[in-house]
């Protein structure tokens, strides 16, 4: 075989193998950020649900306030 084919080959198979190598390195990256953004979002989901319970319980309490007040004043228009 002649030493230009060769080289050809040797050249052909370093390409193809710094390519895949490339291309798995870029492929790991990624799927870090995602996981590093995937946390995030959790984060995110985890602070609207309290944020969503902690505006029910206000409404509760508010509720209940509003119900003792009237129970005051109907308790203070008795006497």
Do not use: C, W
């Not at 060769?6 to 490339?22: D, K, P, R």
């Not at 995602?34 to 309490?61: M, S, W, Y």
């Amino acid at each position: 075989m002649p030493s230009e084919i060769i080289v050809a080959l040797l050249s052909m198979a370093g390409t193809a193998i710094g390519s895949v190598a490339g291309v798995m390195a870029a492929n790991k990256l990624t799927n870090y950020r995602i996981e590093q953004l995937e946390k995030k979002v959790d984060k995110h989901n985890t602070v609207i649900e309290r944020t969503f319970k902690l505006e029910e319980a206000q409404a509760v309490l508010t509720e209940q306030i509003k119900v003792a007040n009237h129970r005051i004043e109907d308790l203070e228009r008795e006497d």
